[in-house]
């Protein structure tokens, strides 16, 4: 599995992947990119 890279920052995000139905874990895992994009949009000064 590859890393998704941000364009922007160069920031470099673990991919989250969910095959058929998502579970528990898979939206905590999608809460986690989420909170981790947000963070590093912070520190950068970023408005989205």
Do not use: Q
Request: proline share 4%; glycine share 4%; net charge negative.
């Amino acid at each position: 599995m590859t890393k998704c890279r941000c364009t922007i920052c160069g920031y470099v995000y673990d991919p989250v992947v969910a095959k058929g139905f998502p579970k528990d874990e898979d939206f905590k895992a999608l809460e986690k990119l989420a909170d981790e994009i947000r963070n590093k949009h912070d520190e950068n000064n970023f408005v989205s």
